[in-house]
Structure formats: C-alpha cells, structure tokens
C-alpha cells in the first residue's frame, strides 16, 4: 500500500479527501512502469484502471485504419485520466503511448466508484477534470482545423499548462523537440522550426532537455 503522503504528492485530488477516504484511495492503487515507445493500451481494450501519471511523459491519440496517427494531448506528470470510460464501463476509445520511461498509479475500478459514491471532494475534482477535458478536445478540434503548424505546436504547449488537467507543471517542461513534434502531430525536423520562430517572438526559451515558457498567454492565443 503506497503512503498517504506519497499519494498526496502524486495525486492532487486526494489532497481534498478525509482520512477515511485516503486509506481506500490507497489500498486501491497499484503502480506501473512502462519502457519509452510501449503502449499502455491500445483502442478496443478493456483497461479497468483511472491512471495517473507519476513519472514520465505519454501521448493520448489515434491511429486510423490507413495509418495516419492523431495526437489528442500529452499526458505529463500529475495528470490523471480515463475517468470517462472508468464511469462508462467500455472499451478505451483512444491509444496512451508512453513517449519515454513512464510510471503510472493506476486505480482500480472498484475503489474509483467508492469514491465517486462516498466522496464529496472527489466529485468536485472529477467535474473540473471533466469540465476541462471536454474544453482541452474542443480546442483541439478547432485549431487543428483552421492553425497551421506554427500555432497548432504553440496550443499543443499551452495546453500542457492546464492547472486543472497538469496541477504541478512549473514554467519549464522537460520535454524532447521530438516528444513535442509527436504531440503535436507534426515531424521533429518541422517542431524544431516551428519552435525557433516562438522563441524568436519571445514565447518561449530554448534549453537543454526541454523548453521554458516566457508568455504562456501569447502561447495559448498563437494564431488568433
């Protein structure tokens, strides 16, 4: 069983549970390590699991049936995710690849509904997250439609500062200018470019292992 301060550390949401509550939260996680480029399901699986990312990076997105891939977000750590297809009881929708050596606290089923039925402060966390992944696939569908490939990189960064979605990211992602360019759905040669102009407008600074947002409003709001 992993400690409840451990779990407070990963886990932004248990921070509001009672002492009660905690110790179900905890005796109900496991934890799970997955080497860079390995799936941790794939579309069609039946993954019983709210997942939380302690470590690591993972991308959430589709490939179709002629093999075209499609990126719909980044998961970093601190974010937690699946609780729309925990609370629907079906088959995963969607493909998580880990994009470098990843660990993950994963929930099972039974505890995540005795939460959800026992617990105020998780509820008021699951309709925020709710609320803001429906807003975070909104965007993406907008400006994935109507950006081009500057502005699409420059939102995709962005939305990795989300507050609610990725509570404990601090101005500087370590992230990879291929790990972004995969994200972002666009090659690492393309990212590399499309990241030299950002910096060159001041959004953002260039470093060794990641990048360091200077404006994240100016990001969010690129091509507008």
């Known amino acids: 069983m992993i400690a409840a301060d451990y779990l407070k550390r990963i886990a932004v949401w248990s921070r509001e549970l009672e002492e009660r509550e905690i110790e179900v939260a905890r005796a109900g996680i496991v934890e799970k390590s997955y080497r860079a480029n390995e799936f941790i399901f794939m579309r069609g699986d039946h993954f019983e699991y709210w997942t939380g990312v302690v470590s690591g990076l993972a991308r959430m997105g589709i490939v179709s049936r002629g093999g075209k891939a499609t990126s719909f977000t980044g998961l970093t750590a601190g974010a937690w995710f699946g609780e729309g297809t925990v ?10 690849v880990a994009l470098r050596d ?53 939102r995709c960064i962005a939305s990795l500062f989300n507050p609610i979605l990725y509570p404990d990211l601090t ?12 994200l972002s759905g666009i090659s690492r040669q393309n ?22 947002i200077v404006d994240l409003e100016r990001l969010r709001h690129y091509g507008e």
């Open 191 to 212: 990212a590399n470019q499309c990241l030299k102009q950002l910096e060159k407008e001041g959004l953002l600074r260039l470093e060794y292992g990641g990048v360091t």
């Open 87 to 96: 609370l629907k009881n079906e088959a995963r929708r969607y493909d998580v």
């Open 171 to 182: 101005r500087h992602l370590e992230i990879t200018q291929e790990e972004i360019g995969a």
């Open 102 to 154: 990843t660990r993950l606290a994963m929930m099972d089923r039974t505890t995540f509904f005795w939460l959800f039925e026992n617990s105020a402060g998780f509820n008021r966390f699951l309709v925020g997250q709710l609320n803001e992944r429906l807003g975070q696939f909104i965007a993406l569908l907008e400006y994935g439609r109507t950006l081009d490939a500057t502005a699409r990189l420059a």
